[in-house]
């Protein structure tokens, strides 16, 4: 048809000016860390779970990428978050411009939740929401198994964040396998000042092996995780958490060795470090532990912040298009 026949309401494909995503956080149900590779990463056995702890990416029209950082709720931090190249998210935005062939052209605006350097994957998440947002907005339309390909460039928990619920995580955590889980869990989630740099903490880890003379194990899920994420009891899945990183993580913060037992102490079914670390999430069974949980975190004076979450949620999705 030409532009002549064209009729007056058919104004051709919709162009965007703005997209919203949103995003959430992730935490590692169980998390095994086998050697090390002469790529320099992990291989692991993971059981990502995404939780209702979000960030917010607008991607708008514009010239050139450009990027800022700011946040979500008043006790949101976005103090260490860069707001140029070095951002996850504006990497993200730039690869995906230079895989589809078209100009970068787009100004990101990344509302943080997340915590910062929490071990909840922010960074990744924002770089999922990056790549789903800019898809949107520069009309490259691409298959989902094609954006996955993309996040793994960009880092291991990246491809999870653009998929949500719960997963298992394999290689570096790049592949993705989706597993039938209990919905509904509830967590608290205790957000510390400090940050944990992940390598850090992964050669921590190694150091403690190396110290006690044992040996890295090949990875897996503990069959009992797995079963009580299928039968959704709350408790044995309480049980059935783990993390090989939690040790690191106190050895470097010996306080989160402290909040994990108080939050034990105070009603929570089961208690671990979030991936790197130093968030710790706390799965509770029922409103009463909940609010214990919580007040005792709190009134302990070492929380930045104390958040109450659900699980599993889904991943990086479009929000709000015009
Ligand atoms: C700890 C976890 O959050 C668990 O989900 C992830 O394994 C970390 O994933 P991430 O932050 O996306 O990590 P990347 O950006 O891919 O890697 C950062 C650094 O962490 C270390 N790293 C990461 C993943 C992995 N399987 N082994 C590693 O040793 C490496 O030193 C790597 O250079
Ligand atoms: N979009 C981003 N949000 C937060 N930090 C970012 C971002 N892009 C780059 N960074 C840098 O990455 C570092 C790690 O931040 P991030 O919040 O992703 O850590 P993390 O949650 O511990 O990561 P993971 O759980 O994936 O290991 C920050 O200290 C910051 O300098």
Redesign the pocket.
Known sequence: MSAAEQPPWDEGPFQPEAVTVRVP??INLSLSVGPLRPDGYHELVTVFHAVSLY?EVIARSARGISLS?EPLRRDSDVE???ADE??????AAALLAEQCGVEPNVRLT?R?D??????????????AATLVACDSLWGTGLRRDELHDLAAQL???VPFALHGGTAIGTGRGEHISPVLAATGLEWVIAVLDA????PKIFEACDNQRRRNKVEAPSPSVHPDLMAALRSRDTAAIGRALYNDLQPASIEVLPEIGELLELGRAAGACGSLV????P?TVFLVDGPLAAANVEAELRTSGRCRAVRRARGPVPGANIVNVR
């Open positions: 956080a992730k960030d950082v260490q978050v860069p070095r951002n996850l998210a504006w990497q990344i943080k997340i915590p910062v350097a929490g071990g909840m994957a922010g960074g990744s998440a924002d770089a880092g291991s928990d940050g944990l740099s992940t979030s991936g790197s670390g968030t």
